[in-house]
């Protein structure tokens, strides 16, 4: 099992910048990647960003530029440093985790929203 839980929503004008966290316990040995996936009202949910344990990086292209995603091993915290927010990056952002492909785990999610 892993526990995840995210901090670092907020209010930002855009043009401003958030850093997320997410905080890794349990099992963190089975992790093969993580991810920032973002739920905005009324629309998919999407991954905006994603890191693989061996260090490979995505980006949606909504994002590229603007985010930057990074993973800590030694203090087992995920994060997403965000900037050049835009209002249509407003929505849930959620931490995920993969287990080796044979399980996933979720966060429960921190709110972002960027009024204009």
């Known amino acids: 099992q892993v526990h995840l839980v995210e901090s670092g929503g907020g209010l930002v004008q855009a043009g401003g910048s958030l850093r997320l966290s997410c905080v890794v316990s349990?099992?963190?040995?089975?992790?093969?990647?993580m991810g920032w996936h973002r739920q905005a009202p009324g629309k998919v949910r999407e991954l905006a960003a994603g890191i693989l344990t061996s260090g490979g990086t995505y980006y949606a292209d909504s994002v590229k530029g603007r985010f930057t995603i990074s993973r800590d091993h030694a203090k087992n915290t995920m994060s997403l440093q965000m900037s050049s927010l835009r209002p249509e990056d407003t929505g849930v952002y959620l931490c995920h985790a993969d287990c080796m492909g044979s399980s996933e785990f979720w966060g429960e999610g921190t709110q972002v929203t960027v009024s204009s």
């Open positions: 349990g099992d963190t040995t089975c992790i093969s990647g």
